[in-house]
């Protein structure tokens, strides 16, 4: 199945401008003149959602800065590998993803949390109400469909099997496969797969209609937890500082104005969005929306988000051990919210010191 919807200009790249080495930046630490920093962003979408940079600049938080979309993912992986060889400006991913690129030396740094799992975002793994599946042993032989493979489900997955004391090679015989969020319900209800991995809208539009039941979730496992960051090409940040600031900051702003808004209020702003931008989506799934589950206040990084996903692909043999340090791959420098009159540099960031 298709993993990637997207228009001819996904493939192009951006050619970005060399900037004068004594050129003075505004407040930009040692970037770019502030006056030749690109104040438009690239950026892959999800069909019938609203992310939150997108809510960001409906919001009027991203100031001077646009947005201009290239087209729609329903990939992590594959969105940040884009923001790493420059099709993008920014992409985000799983942490775990996040972690394995920067294993291959990506020159990629997350920079703020955009989702999470708490008890009102989180991701279900769903059989049929009459399946014989009931417990991980159940899960030998089977297909687990989720949207992409070596991220936060199969994850999930691996964090459930082994739990519940699986053998390596056990859990190689369960399945995950591709399939897109908005054809999964229908693939289990047709029995293409025995389970799939269902999220926020999504999930509660199937359990609306009935007929399936959880196996486990996300929460069940970890609680609350944030899951994913953007990220931004080095190059990137080193040459648009003030640029990054605004954006990271806006992001942030738009994350607390979420959770201090009433739900339909928040509903109602993503709505609106989705009509705007006449992308021929239908709207009536976002009325299910609940969170975005980001755990600590304006999406800030810290070190357990990242090294709990090194451990795991530890374990699993895809990276080596001390081959990445959980500091080194993130900062909270561009993150300036709730930090009037100081700055971003004063409070610890990391690339390595968060």
């Given at each position: 199945?298709?993993?990637?919807i997207a228009p001819s200009s996904r493939r192009q790249?951006?050619?970005?401008?060399?900037?004068?080495?004594?050129?003075?930046?505004?407040?930009?630490?040692?970037?770019?003149?502030?006056?030749?920093?690109?104040?438009?962003?690239?950026?892959?979408?999800?069909?019938?959602?609203?992310?939150?940079?997108?809510?960001?600049?409906?919001?009027?938080?991203?100031?001077?800065?646009?947005?201009?979309?290239?087209?729609?993912?329903?990939?992590?992986?594959?969105?940040?590998?884009?923001?790493?060889?420059?099709?993008?400006?920014?992409g985000g991913a799983f942490n775990g993803a996040v972690?394995?690129?920067?294993?291959?030396?990506?020159?990629?740094?997350?920079?703020?949390?955009?989702?999470?799992?708490?008890?009102?975002?989180?991701?279900?793994?769903?059989?049929?109400?009459?399946?014989?599946?009931?417990?991980?042993?159940?899960?030998?032989?089977?297909?687990?469909?989720?949207?992409?493979?070596?991220?936060?489900?199969?994850?999930?997955?691996?964090?459930?099997?082994?739990?519940?004391?699986?053998?390596?090679?056990?859990?190689?015989?369960?399945?995950?496969?591709?399939?897109?969020?908005?054809?999964?319900?229908?693939?289990?209800?047709?029995?293409?797969i025995q389970v799939g991995v269902l999220g926020d809208?999504?999930?509660?539009?199937?359990?609306?209609?009935?007929?399936?039941?959880?196996?486990?979730?996300?929460?069940?496992?970890?609680?609350?937890?944030?899951?994913?960051?953007?990220?931004?090409?080095?190059?990137?940040?080193?040459?648009?500082?003030?640029?990054?600031?605004?954006?990271?900051?806006?992001?942030?702003?738009?994350?607390?104005?979420?959770?201090?808004?009433?739900?339909?209020?928040?509903?109602?702003?993503?709505?609106?969005?989705?009509?705007?931008?006449?992308?021929?989506?239908?709207?009536?799934?976002?009325?299910?929306?609940?969170?975005?589950?980001?755990?600590?206040?304006?999406?800030?990084?810290?070190?357990?988000?990242?090294?709990?996903?090194?451990?795991?692909?530890?374990?699993?043999?895809?990276?080596?051990?001390?081959?990445?340090?959980?500091?080194?791959?993130?900062?909270?420098?561009?993150?300036?919210?709730?930090?009037?009159?100081?700055?971003?540099?004063?409070?610890?960031?990391?690339?390595?010191?968060?």
């Amino acid at each position: 199945m298709s993993t990637l919807i997207a228009p001819s200009s996904r493939r192009q790249f951006l050619t970005l401008l060399g900037l004068s080495a004594v050129a003075v930046s505004c407040g930009s630490g040692g970037g770019g003149a502030a006056k030749d920093q690109t104040k438009t962003l690239r950026y892959q979408g999800w069909a019938g959602s609203v992310i939150l940079p997108e809510l960001a600049a409906d919001l009027g938080f991203l100031e001077d800065v646009k947005l201009k979309w290239v087209g729609n993912t329903i990939s992590g992986p594959q969105d940040i590998q884009s923001a790493a060889t420059g099709q993008v400006d920014f992409g985000g991913a799983f942490n775990g993803a996040v972690v394995k690129l920067a294993a291959r030396k990506a020159p990629i740094t997350a920079v703020i949390s955009y989702y999470g799992v708490d008890k009102a975002a989180y991701n279900g793994f769903y059989v049929l109400k009459d399946s014989p599946i009931h417990s991980a042993r159940d899960l030998i032989g089977q297909r687990v469909g989720m949207n992409t493979l070596g991220a936060h489900s199969e994850a999930m997955l691996d964090i459930y099997l082994q739990r519940h004391g699986l053998s390596h090679t056990d859990i190689k015989k369960v399945e995950p496969l591709v399939v897109p969020p908005v054809n999964t319900e229908q693939s289990l209800r047709q029995k293409q797969i025995q389970v799939g991995v269902l999220g926020d809208i999504l999930r509660d539009k199937a359990l609306q209609t009935g007929g399936i039941r959880p196996l486990f979730t996300d929460h069940q496992l970890l609680g609350n937890f944030s899951a994913g960051t953007y990220v931004v090409n080095d190059r990137f940040l080193k040459e648009n500082p003030d640029t990054a600031r605004t954006f990271v900051t806006g992001v942030a702003r738009a994350i607390e104005w979420a959770r201090a808004t009433p739900r339909d209020e928040v509903i109602a702003r993503q709505v609106e969005i989705v009509k705007k931008r006449g992308r021929n989506e239908g709207t009536a799934p976002l009325k299910y929306w609940k969170s975005f589950g980001v755990a600590e206040t304006a999406g800030r990084i810290t070190d357990k988000e990242l090294q709990l996903w090194i451990d795991w692909l530890t374990k699993r043999g895809d990276i080596e051990k001390g081959q990445v340090k959980a500091s080194d791959l993130y900062t909270n420098e561009f993150n300036a919210y709730g930090r009037p009159g100081k700055s971003p540099a004063a409070e610890p960031t990391s690339k390595s010191g968060s």
